[in-house]
């Protein structure tokens, strides 16, 4: 789709000049003001799907600036002391959040499934 290929770009962007989700979402910026500019009804519907994860990208870009500790799913997964994961969620936030904690959860998913098979760990 149009919003995919829109957040692809972003993402390469994004990655290619180093600016972490602030890249992300200059991409995003430039194409809506470029939409407006140009009254382009079909980017501006584009943009409005977009728009549902813009928030996930803003708080993104915001933890970035923080110097707190990363989460990384492989050391979640490779510690051996029992662990907790929580994925909490209130209605103030729910619409931002969503879409974050299913990208989380089918990344978990894939990388849980690649793991190796094990008859000594049945925990995954």
Do not use: C, H
């Amino acid at each position: 789709s149009a919003a995919a290929k829109l957040l692809s770009d972003a993402m390469l962007y994004a990655l290619q000049t180093g600016k972490g989700w602030n890249g992300v979402l200059d991409v995003i910026a430039s194409a809506r003001a470029k939409a407006e500019e140009n009254n382009d009804k079909t980017m501006l519907s584009v943009l409005a799907t977009v728009q549902v994860v813009e928030d996930v990208f803003e708080l993104m870009a915001y933890l970035e600036t923080k110097e707190i500790e990363r989460f990384s799913i492989y050391d979640f997964l490779e510690r051996k002391e029992k662990q907790k994961l929580f994925l909490l969620n209130t209605p103030a936030y729910q619409k931002s959040l969503s879409p974050l904690f299913s990208a989380f959860l089918s990344a978990l998913i894939q990388i849980l499934l690649s793991r190796p098979d094990t008859k000594e760990d049945f925990t995954m």
